[in-house]
């Protein structure tokens, strides 16, 4: 099941890319696209994204095991969902892996951004490098890490001042550590990208006037560089926010949601009920909750943030 | 954290496949016609034994008309897979199973064929193959399936050279094993190897202690609906001797960071860090194929320990009796699907199977074992086997496929401390039987 989902992926940059308009050709709208143009991907759409979820939406009023014939059931899915304290737990887990991965992913990869957008030696090598992680799949990484930290012949048997007896995967504190880590591990590069890209596009002019006023590298950083990124961030957040709330691989092959349900997030936790206990009913209620619980967090960010301003960082610039 | 939302996809998958399979539903109900292209369609588990399918495939071949086509798919998939597929028109007409459980909602949805006729026919389909092998895919009180594979006990290994050099034999009764965990430990190593970050090792030693304290009885009630089994004093007793063995350290500390499938217990064994490992035995092909070497010199096994005032027979086995071959009811081809199935107690299927390690449970069997690759391995399996009064089936396995997630997370919980005795057995009652 988990394969095809995870390999079977279309060059999805950030989203938000296609609204913005290509600047109006100066008097004449030859070339400008029209309506028509959006007919294939509007259908598209509407067949493999709108479709389902309205289909999902019916079935979480039924009860479905796949075999037999789906028998309407009325509230009951929703009900049972919200006396379920485990949906209550998935709830609190995807939430503080969510805030793990933008705290611990924001900060580095702006230092790394930054860094890698400057002119120093061997910079373009090991920018390669740190890249390398996002190459691989969420599947390969967990695998390879799950490996890796095997307590009796993996890095926590070498270096048991840190890891003790190594039971990474035996405690809910520790499991979430490394659900985290992974995390961190794979992604870091690519919002490294969004905050290099963004980092080489600030006006050097306005470095140039600030060392004539005397500020030193740090001023610099915060009061030029750390503000002109202010639209990629809000980008990067984004996209982890949306991306922390439906992690789904790394729990699926880290740690099956265990111990017991210590790391079940909301998003293993539709899997383990639609795809392991063949009940899809739940299953759906927990995904329906999911596209509201990410379209409203996701709503909130743009808001807040003012992003859907879309305010320039040029501005009073040139 | 992650570059893209998947969960749409996820979605749209699943509800794509809603839709297919409603349509299709309602296109032709239960009974509905299967596209039918003149042939058989077998559908197996996608792994090393599928060169044999093909080859008896093959031999079926030559000499039917209505000729059999080998569909597999790879092994982790394959029971979400059958499930969606069951149902519709792609549907095959033989399907591989564990039986027990794993075929109950399918009979209960009416799509399987009772082989009662073929058997009346053929008495042989039932007649060669070991009794308490054979009614592992008997639903209420009609067989479904036919054995295909090899059979799969849970055996107590271990390595010769770690027990030696503690002083330990390898035990025959509870407490000797018990004895032998406290040496073992002071000897420095890991008494017991547990791939507890898999589970369903974990679950083996549930199985066992429950058989040999209880009988086979207790988990029959528990099954068949009846939940105060879980609450019995002899449940309990079991339970308790689980804490006991846990609590004193048999496993060691981080068993639930430890996987089979990776190989890490595995190699715990090999490399000597360990001293036991229980597992279905398929463990010799397995330490043979990672740790040539040990596999050949110092990997023992035994029967699991018998428990001094149990109920069961100490000379009860747990694992999977074996896989069997159920028949779609909505299949065009059943005489052909009769012929095809009777290959399964033929002399080639044996010596194939023998071949590459697996243990068929034929009656003919016996008479092979001696030319077989592993003879004396082979021969204490057959011999456990076919003494076996009760031939208990995986937990999970025997419960419905959609009760083993919540099954395992409770198994996994009270052997870690989570649950106690009281939450274990609310878990287990919990669990739907049907």
Known sequence: MTTHLTSARPAAGPRKESRRRPPASSATTVGRPSFAWAVPAALFFALFAIVPLIMVAVLSFMSWDGISSPEFVGMDNWSRLIDDPVMLKSIWLTLLLTVLGVVLQTPLSILLGVWAAGHQRNRAVLSVIYFIPLLLSATAVSVLWRALLDPNFGIPAEVTWLFGDGNLFGEQSTAIGVLAFVSTWQFTPFHTLIYQGAARAVPQVLYQAAEIDGAGRYRQFFHITLPQLRTSMITSMILMIVGGLTTFETVLILTQGGPGTDTTISAYYMYDKAFKSFDYGIGSAIALALVVAATIISLIVVRVSGYDKMRSSMEGVS | ?434
């Open chain 2, 1 to 434: 954290m992650k570059t893209r939302a998947r969960l749409p996809r996820l979605v749209a998958t699943g509800a794509t496949l809603a839709l297919a399979l409603s349509l299709s539903a309602c296109g032709d109900g239960n009974g509905g016609a299967s596209s039918d292209d003149g042939k058989i369609h077998v559908l197996v588990y996608g792994d090393a034994s599928n060169k044999i399918e093909q080859q008896i495939v093959d031999t079926f071949n030559k000499t039917s008309d209505v000729k059999a086509v080998l569909d597999t798919i790879p092994g982790a998939d394959y029971q979400t897979k059958l499930q969606t597929i069951i149902n519709t028109p792609q549907a095959p007409d033989i399907f591989y199973n564990w039986g027990g459980g794993s075929i109950k909602p399918f009979v209960k949805a009416d799509l399987l064929l009772p082989l009662d006729d073929f058997i009346k026919k053929d008495p042989g389909l039932k007649d060669k193959f070991l009794p308490s092998v054979f009614n592992s895919a008997v639903v209420d009180g009609k067989p479904y399936g036919i054995p295909m594979r090899g059979t799969q006990p849970v055996l107590l290994f271990h390595n010769k050279k770690v027990l030696e050099d503690a002083g330990v034999q390898p035990p025959k009764t509870w407490d000797e094993l018990l004895a032998a965990v406290g040496k073992l430990k002071d000897a420095g190593v890991t008494p017991i190897a547990l791939g507890g970050g898999d589970v369903w090792p974990t679950q083996m030693w549930f199985q066992y202690l429950y058989d040999r304290i209880a009988g086979p009885e207790l988990f029959a009630k528990a099954i068949g609906g009846d939940k105060s089994a879980w609450e019995s004093a002899d449940s309990k007793k079991a339970l308790d001797m689980i804490s006991e063995l846990v609590d004193s350290g048999a496993f060691g500390k981080n068993y639930d960071s430890v996987k089979y499938t990776n190989g890490g217990s595995v190699q715990l064994v090999a490399s000597g860090k360990a001293g036991f490992e229980l597992m279905g035995s398929w463990y010799y092909s397995q330490q043979l194929t990672d740790h040539k070497e040990f596999a050949e010199k110092d990997l023992g096994y035994t029967a699991f320990p018998t428990v001094e005032g149990g109920k069961g027979d100490p000379g009860n086995v747990a694992g999977n009796p074996n896989n069997y071959y159920s028949v779609m009811k909505k299949t065009k081809h059943p005489e052909a699907a009769a012929e095809f199935l009777k290959l399964m107690y033929s002399d080639e299927f044996v010596k194939a199977h023998l071949d590459i390690g697996n243990l068929p449970t034929t009656t003919n069997t016996d008479k092979f074992i001696d030319s077989s690759a592993t003879p004396e391995y082979t021969r204490f399996q057959y011999d456990l086997v076919s003494d076996a009064p009760n031939f208990q089936l995986s937990w999970d396995q025997a419960y419905p496929q959609k009760a083993s997630s919540d099954m395992h997370k409770a198994i996994q919980q009270f052997f870690n401390g989570q649950l106690d005795t009281d939450g274990f057995i609310k878990a287990m009652q919990a669990l739907p039987t049907e």
